[in-house]
């Protein structure tokens, strides 16, 4: 880890990590265990990562993608214990947010979970609201193009109070009625489990962020190997559009 370490350069880490954290089925599987086994590894191995981000990593921004719009289609065992877990996590976890300096938002529809988990969430918002080490968002309840269709009713709505001028409207102010509003746009977006997909997360803020797909499961991803990924992520040139440097 150390050498690993050494190997990124603080001037030029990332401002903004977003992560699919896919394949805690697949690791319980591999291992004879119900899948709801590899969620709770997977909260682990999110655990490892806040602490590390925040903390050593002194990232400023880190995005979780903790369920999706679509994973209501998931058996209602497999739903309700994600829910759980979500609310038994940001319970447990928030003393150490507030200690540690981490900021918890939420992306998504939280009017759309059950209450108790959209309690838990709404009262780690407002109690961490101050910090400003780490900005974690959690995507929860989260579909991308929700998100867009959302900015446009909210964008409209805005024109009919008459506080928004549509002819002023461009590609920053838009992105203001984004859940992500006051968030730098990714810079790396990471998807675990060898899946090589999108899956309808920040469609809007991908516009220019590096990929990266690894095969870990998600439960196996540890601080080191998001190191390797932000040292490789220094060595790419980003262009913007624009041309290449020679
Ligand atoms: C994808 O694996 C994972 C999820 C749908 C849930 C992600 C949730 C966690 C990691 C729990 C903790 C999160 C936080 C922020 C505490 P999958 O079930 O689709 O795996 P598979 O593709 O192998 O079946």
Known sequence: MSTLIKQVRADGLPRHVAVIMDGNGRWAKARGLPRVAGHQAGAQAAERLIRFAGGKLGLKNLTLFAFS??????????????????????????????REGVRL???????GLPSQIRETVRNAIEQTAQND???????????ARQEIVRACQRVASA????KLNLVEL??????????????????????TSG?????????????Y????FTGTLWPDFTPAELLKTIASYQKRERRFGGVRNV
């Open 69 to 98: 719009t679509e994973n209501w289609n998931r058996p209602a065992e497999e739903v309700d214990f994600l829910m759980h877990l979500l609310d038994q996590f940001i319970t447990e976890k928030l003393k150490e947010f507030i």
């Open 105 to 111: 938002i939420v992306s998504g529809d939280l009017g």
């Open 133 to 143: 080490r780490l900005l974690l968002n959690v995507a929860l309840n989260y579909g």
């Open 159 to 162: 024109a009919v109070a008459g």
């Open 170 to 191: 461009d590609e920053n102010s838009f992105a203001c009625f984004l859940y992500t509003d006051g968030i730098p746009d990714p810079d790396i977006i990471i998807r």
């Open 195 to 207: 899946e090589m997909r999108l899956s309808n997360f920040l469609l809007w803020q991908a516009a």
């Open 209 to 212: 962020a590096e990929l990266y």
